[in-house]
């Protein structure tokens, strides 16, 4: 096992997620992910977060809304 631990996870998770990290680092982080759920967590809600900006910016919601998603995020961030 080759785990790359939190440090590392959290640093390219949101590279990974924009799948803009190389394949050997992508599996490290991904394995990493399957291993902790802290990071886990952590990258739903980059993930979510990343599709609902994503969404949003394409319907061109109101920066107000995108606010209120961020907001919520955060929240939920904030309970683990
Ligand atoms: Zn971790």
New binding site residues.
Partial sequence: MTDC??EK??RDLEEYLRHEVCKTQSSDIAE?LEN?T??RDEALVSRTLTEVVARACKESAPEELRDQVLAKLRAVQATH
């Fill in positions: 631990g939190c996870a959290r990493h902790c802290n990071c």
